[in-house]
């Protein structure tokens, strides 16, 4: 049998440390690199709101006519509307569909109604069907907003407490912001109407939102 070297025993030596420094080393950047990744995914997580605006909770009574009482099959969206009774508040709006189910007059009802000072009331749960948008009633989040003349355009106070509502909401149930869209959007009904005769305004309406998420938000 052939005997080993000295030399060759200290290259063998040395090639086996060299082995476990090298693995050391690697192992040693898998563990940063696996380390950085994670606080970048962290770090790219989206933004939350978690303060719900002031809401004042009037649920309608269940019926027929305007709460069913049948849940959302899942939340994939929020539709905005607008009233379209001109200088009515929101207490007026949910009034309203409190009563049809007594006069019977047609099925409408929304999750909320943002009035002419901004208060926001809710008529439906989240969990529950609003009539409101159509074939999107099953999975969407509804919110009737009060406006002052026939322009359908909304006061400040309607419009940031919207954004307020909206964002929070987006937060609540994880929705896209694409997942923001108008009634319009869903039918073609001219509604709400300032946002479908000014598209733009609907366009800076939703990078409010996005504003409004990236100051008042929190990555969770």
Known sequence: MRRISNKQKTQIVYGIVLGFA????LSTFFFIATRTRDYVVRMQKPKVVKEQPTIDEQLLS????SRPVLPLEEINGIVVHYTANPGTTAQQNRDYFEGLSQSHLTKASSN?????????????????????SNERNHDTLSIECCHFDETGEFYMQTYQS?????AYLMGEYDIPLDGVIRHY??????????YVDHPEEWAAFLNDVEDYIEENGVRE
């Open 22 to 25: 090298v693995i050391g080393v």
């Open 62 to 65: 269940p019926n027929e006519y």
């Open 112 to 132: 909320y109604i943002i009035g002419l000072d901004g208060e926001i009331i809710r008529c439906v749960p989240d969990d529950e069907i609003a009539y409101a």
């Open 162 to 166: 919207l954004v307020k509502l909206v």
């Open 185 to 194: 959007d869903v039918t073609g009904k001219i509604c709400p109407k300032y």
